[in-house]
């Protein structure tokens, strides 16, 4: 799937979706987490185990909210994640990877500041 960006923004803006993962630049990563100035490459734990630590490159970026990309299929991240966020005001947005990538270009577009991470899609 290709990814036309609606408006200009600065930061990483992900150009495509496919077998590779996330395209950037020139660059696919399997799983990312990004924020309004950087992408990086991501090790995911099982979405089961995400811990508020594994989302710690986000936080500082002091996000709105997190948009999590849970791989092919929507699935809720843990209770615990959740709570740990809302003790610091920030909220999470799980969705299909897919969503949270198209999302992340609209959110961007409007000058948003979120954060992604992101599974990959197999």
């Known amino acids: ?18 077998p590779n993962g996330f395209r950037i630049d020139d660059g696919y990563y399997p799983a990312l987490l990004m924020t309004p100035t950087r992408a990086d490459s991501w090790i995911p734990p099982p979405l089961e185990a995400l811990t508020i630590d594994d989302l710690e ?15 092919a299929t929507l699935a809720r991240p843990p209770r615990a994640l959740v709570r740990a966020l809302e003790a610091k005001n920030i909220g999470i947005d799980p969705m299909d990877s897919r969503a949270a990538a198209r999302a992340w270009a609209v959110l961007r577009g409007e000058g948003r500041m979120v954060a992604a991470a992101l599974y990959p899609l197999l």
Do not use: H, V, W
């Not at 609606?6 to 495509?16: F, L, V």
């Open 1 to 18: 799937m290709r990814m036309d960006r609606a408006g200009r923004t600065d930061g990483p803006i992900i150009a495509a979706i496919g």
């Open 57 to 71: 490159p986000l936080l500082g970026s002091s996000p709105e909210f997190i948009l999590l990309g849970t791989g």
